[in-house]
Antibody, heavy 120, light 109 residues
Framework: QVQLQESGPGLVKPSQTLSLTCTVS??????????WSWIRQHPGKGLEWIGY???????YYNPSLKSRVTISVDTSKNQFSLKLSSVTAADTAVYYC????????????WGRGTLVTVSS | EIVLTQSPGTLSLSPGERATLSCRAS???????LAWYQQKPGQAPRLLIY???SRATGIPDRFSGSGSGTDFTLTISRLEPEDFAVYYC??????????FGQGTKLEIK
């Protein structure tokens, strides 16, 4: 059974870069069966899709965040990562990593989420 | 970008009652690209319905999805205590983007 686990700092200062990693266990990113995404949820609010990456490195980002987002993959470590630059308090949220199978368009794999607070 | 609007914002019902949740899209969505999730406090969303009407693995048959075009519905036939949660619809669009509705909170009356 594939499991996802987010990791990274829970506190980031304004104007700095938020960096999170998602470790995939129970399956190989390199198998190519899944696309890997980041999704965030502001406190008490709904869900916002950030972007996805395929094992090959191809990516697609939410246009509203595109200028600040980089998603990368490390197949040797079975991980994918999120970098969000120039953060402000508005980027405070629970960040989830998630996955969806090829030719599906829904997220059937989710990490437990990690809260990132942007504050000085 | 396709905007999904869920209604009502909050639904207050009692266990055993029927729940009907609505998701309306700002433009037509392929049924294949419409999903529903359940989220409980402190947990990640859980996939309930995909393809507008197919139940995900392990989802009880009291959950059903229907609809097409711009109007989609999640129905819970007989509410169990564990069904009280927040529900989100989600779509994948031609712009290659995923968007979610703002959620419906299902609370115990």
């Amino acid at each position: 059974q594939v499991q996802l686990q987010e990791s990274g700092p829970g506190l980031v200062k304004p104007s700095q870069t938020l960096s999170l990693t998602c470790t995939v266990s129970g399956g190989s990113i390199s198998s190519g069966g899944y696309y890997w995404s980041w999704i965030r949820q502001h406190p008490g609010k709904g869900l916002e899709w950030i972007g996805y990456i395929y094992y090959s490195g191809s990516t697609y980002y939410n246009p509203s965040l595109k200028s600040r987002v980089t998603i990368s993959v490390d197949t040797s470590k079975n991980q994918f990562s999120l970098k969000l630059s120039s953060v402000t308090a508005a980027d405070t949220a629970v960040y989830y990593c998630a996955g969806y199978a090829r030719r599906n368009w829904y997220f059937d794999l989710w990490g437990r989420g990690t809260l990132v607070t942007v504050s000085s | 970008e396709i905007v999904l609007t869920q209604s009502p914002g909050t639904l207050s019902l009692s266990p055993g009652e029927r729940a009907t949740l609505s998701c309306r899209a700002s433009q037509s969505v392929s049924s294949s690209y419409l999903a529903w999730y359940q989220q409980k406090p402190g947990q990640a969303p859980r996939l309930l319905i995909y393809g507008a009407s197919s139940r995900a693995t392990g989802i009880p048959d009291r959950f059903s999805g229907s609809g097409s075009g711009t109007d989609f519905t999640l129905t819970i036939s007989r509410l169990e205590p564990e069904d009280f949660a927040v529900y989100y619809c989600q779509q994948y669009g031609s712009s290659l983007m995923y968007t979610f509705g703002q959620g419906t909170k299902l609370e115990i009356k």
